[in-house]
């Protein structure tokens, strides 16, 4: 029994060290370089969707607090005049504490109520494994919006907040990577909500096959 003991101590003893090792080694060498285009290559149009406008871009206090390092925030709408914003926030690393904003979080403190919350399926256009991504409609005095957001990185686009942090620290580890993004499609009530739905996932749909060329798998 002791000399069972004895062996069990000194396999954890030699897993820690060496994965403290590798970790500390990682961390000098610092993260892998992985390839992708600037957001703002991001294609203007999607299916029926065209863009409408110019992008926008925050004042620096907002560009501070997002923290992000590459953003897009667009317009898109189609023919019939009906639009949708899409977001997306970009960090080519979460080690150093620069991390997604949550909606959860910001939105909120801009006055904005969260309501029906849900999880719902987006399958990408032409093909390609379906995906989960939040669904809530928010209001703000008169103004009410349907939301869909997930996140997304390293090949990987879930609801969750917690599993996308659980795999940012298993890939950071693993692969030496914790980039990854939070992708965001806003659509104003115009008709009724299964309308805004359709809307929405539409756009994200069309989105998602285009993505990995700006957040890499």
Known sequence: MKTQKKWQFWVLFAFLVTGGAVVKGWERVG???????????????????????????????????????????????????????????????????????????????????????????????????????????????????????????????VASEYWGKIYTVMDSVSRRRSDGAMVRVIVPFVGSEDEALQRGTELAALAAPQLPGFIPN
Not at 56 to 84: H, P
Not at 123 to 143: K, L, S, V
């Open 31 to 157: 993260e892998a370089h992985v390839e992708r285009q600037s957001l703002s290559n991001f294609p203007t149009q999607l299916g029926a969707w065209q863009q409408l406008g110019l992008d926008t871009r925050f004042d620096a206090a907002t560009e501070s607090v997002l923290g992000a390092d590459d953003y897009l925030s667009r317009n898109y709408s189609t023919a019939d005049g009906k639009g949708a914003n899409f977001y997306v926030g970009y960090y080519a690393s979460q080690r150093g504490g620069a991390s997604y904003h949550s909606p959860l979080n910001c939105l909120p403190g801009a006055g904005w109520t969260m309501n029906d919350p849900a999880v719902i399926q987006i399958t990408p256009a032409g093909g390609g494994a379906p995906f989960e991504a939040n669904r809530y409609i928010i209001q703000n005095g008169d103004a009410r919006q349907l939301l869909i957001y997930w996140y997304q990185g390293r090949g990987r686009m």
